[in-house]
Structure formats: C-alpha cells, structure tokens
C-alpha cells in the first residue's frame, strides 16, 4: 500500500500540469459516468422492490378474499393497480448476466426463453386490471377473479423464480 502511494505521488508530481489537469479531467468524467449508469446490484434491487409492492399489494387482496380483512373495493382496485403498474416496469430490469447477482431469485431461464417470460408479465397485467374490474362489481366476483391472479404469479415463479431465497 504506501509502496503503491509512493509511485502514485512521484508519477503525479512528474507530470506536467497539463498532465494533471487531464488526469483529473478523466477521473470526474469516469465519476460522472458510474454515477449515471446504475450497477447491476441496484438494478436486481429495484426489480425485487416491485416484486415486493407487488407481493404486498396481492396479500392485502389475499385478505379480502378469504375475508380476514373486510371487503373494500376501493382498497382492492388501488393494490390491483400497484400490480398491473408492475410488469411493463419490471419487465426492463433484467439485462443480459443479470442472474449472476449473488442476490438475485431471477432464473437463467429467463434468458433462454425470454418471449414467454414477457408474456408470462402481460398476462400479470391483463389478469390484475381484470380483478380490479370485478371488485367494482363486488365482493363475490373479487373473489372469483383473483383466484385466477394467484395461479398467475405461481405460473411465472415456478418456471422463472429460484427456490434459494
Ligand atoms: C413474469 C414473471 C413473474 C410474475 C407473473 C410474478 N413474479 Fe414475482 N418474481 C419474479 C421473479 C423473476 C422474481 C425474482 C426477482 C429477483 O430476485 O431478481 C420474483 C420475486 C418475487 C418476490 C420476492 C421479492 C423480493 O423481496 O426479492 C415476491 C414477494 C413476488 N415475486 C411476488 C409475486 C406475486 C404475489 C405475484 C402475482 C401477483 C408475482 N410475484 C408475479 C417473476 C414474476
């Protein structure tokens, strides 16, 4: 280490000042850059903070249904919406070797068979804006439809989600 500082301090003080400025030029610049551009552990962050809102958003529905909590339609349409909201979001958070996060549940088989991961999404977003339709015809046709929307995240979580965490 002060090996390393040594040659760091007699390399900066050959350098002529236009060498400085230079150099410090390019370091705020590489700064700027890392900045702008999120790393791949902020981008496996913000995909399961969806995830989370969404797996909220399904357990208060979840406690309408089995009518642990009371039947509010206007509850159940806004944590339909936090899910349908999700996907098109979600969706755009998984770039290529993004499944190496030692962090992440994401699947490689994402990346094998992508076309149906998004539609797998889609169908999250059609299915969830369904449910929200019917809890505004009531409490019985809530409870039909998102028996259909639990299937739905089962669905995708089976073929795509890892069992690790
Ligand atoms: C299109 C596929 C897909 C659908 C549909 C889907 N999920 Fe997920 N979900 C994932 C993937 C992939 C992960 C792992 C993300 C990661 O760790 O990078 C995940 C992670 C999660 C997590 C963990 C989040 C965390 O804290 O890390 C929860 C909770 C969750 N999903 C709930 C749900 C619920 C509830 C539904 C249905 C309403 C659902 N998901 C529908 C793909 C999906």
Redesign the pocket.
Known sequence: MKYLKRILSSLWSSMSSVGRAFSLALTLVAAAVSLSSPTLADV?KE???I??A??Q???LAQNMASGKLPFDPARAKGAMRT?SDA?DK??KLFPTG?HT?P?????PA?WKNMAD?LS??Q??KRV?SEVAAAAAQGEAAFRIAFDK??R??K???QS???KK?
């Not at 962090?103 to 699947?107: G, I, L, M, P, Q």
Request: hydrophobic share 40%; proline share 2%.
């Open positions: 496996v995909r399961q903070e995830m989370k969404v797996g958003a399904a357990k899910i996907p979600f969706v993004s996060d962090e992440t549940a994401a699947s994402i991961f797998k999404a169908k999250l969830s929307l639990s739905v995240c669905d995708c979580h795509y989600k890892l965490r």
